[in-house]
C-alpha cells in the first residue's frame, strides 16, 4: 500500500498509541485522533469526525468508553460510511471478545462498505499497569467479582502488531481475528505471576458483584463507569472466552506474548513497585 496518512483513533490509549508507534516505526505518516489533538476528533462531537478522517487512507478505531454501551453500533456505523465517503476504506476495529453489543458495532461497520478488519481481544494484559486494575496491585489486593473463571489475558503489544499488519498489508481484508494470550489463567493465576515477577505479595480476594459496586462507589467511580464494569464482570466474564484463540498466529505467524513474559518486562520498570 501507498505510505498515506493513516488515522488512529484513541492514539494516545493502550493500544493506540502502539499502533502510532508502530506505524511511525515504518514510516508511516500518522494522525493521532484525540480530544485533545491539533485536529481534534471527538466520539461526542460527530462535527468533528469528517475533518480528522480528511486526507487519510486508512483508520484504526477504538471507540471510548466501550462499545457495549448504548449507541455505540450506530456510531460505529455512521463513522464508517462518513470514512468510504472520504476516501478511507481501509477500517480496522478494536472489538471484544464475546461481547454480543460489539457485534452489532462489527456488523455496521461492514455494512458501510469498507475494506475492514476487525480485532476482538480478549481482557488486556495492560490493565493491570496502565489502567484501573494497576492500583490494586500497588495495594497487593486484587478484590474483583472474577470468582475462578479464566481468561486468557492478551498484550496490548500483540494487538498494536496486529493492527499495524492490518493497516499496511493485504490479506487482511474482511478478517476478523480472535486476539487472546497463549493460555488462560485465572485472577488468582494473575495474582500469583505478578508476585513472582515483583517479589512482593499481590493476593486475589473474591467479591460478589454487589460487594464490588458498593466498593467503586464508595471510592467516587461515576455509576455509569459502575454499570459498566459489571457488565464485563459479571456477563463477559462467565466463561464464554475461557479458551485460547489462534488470531495472533494467523495474522502475524507466530504465537503471541504469554502473560509471564508481560509481568517480568513490567517488574522490570518498577511501575509495580511498592508505595
Known sequence: MDHTTTLVIGGTGKTGRRVVHGLT???????????????????????????????????????????????????????????VDSGVRRLVLLSGRGEPEAEKAELALSESGADWTVLRA????????????????????????????????VDADDIADVAVAALTERGHEGRTYELTGPR??????????ISAATGRSVDYLPLTPAEFAAELTGAGVPAEVVELLDYLFTTVLDGRNEHPADGVRQALGREPRDFADFARRTAATGVWNAR
Open 25 to 83: 516505526r515504518r514510516h508511516h505518516p500518522v494522525r493521532i485522533g484525540s480530544r485533545t489533538a491539533g485536529l481534534p476528533f471527538d466520539w461526542d462531537d460527530p462535527t468533528t469526525w469528517a475533518p480528522a478522517l480528511q486526507g487519510a487512507h486508512a483508520a484504526y478505531i477504538t471507540f471510548q468508553p466501550d462499545l457495549a454501551v448504548p449507541g455505540a453500533a450506530a456510531a460505529i456505523g455512521e463513522l464508517a460510511q462518513l470514512a
Open 122 to 153: 480478549s481482557w488486556f494484559d495492560q490493565n493491570f499497569s496502565e489502567s484501573y486494575l494497576l492500583d490494586p496491585v500497588l495495594d497487593g489486593r486484587l478484590a474483583l467479582p472474577a470468582g475462578t473463571v479464566p481468561e486468557p489475558f
Open 184 to 193: 488462560a489463567l485465572t485472577f488468582a493465576d494473575v495474582a500469583a505471576e
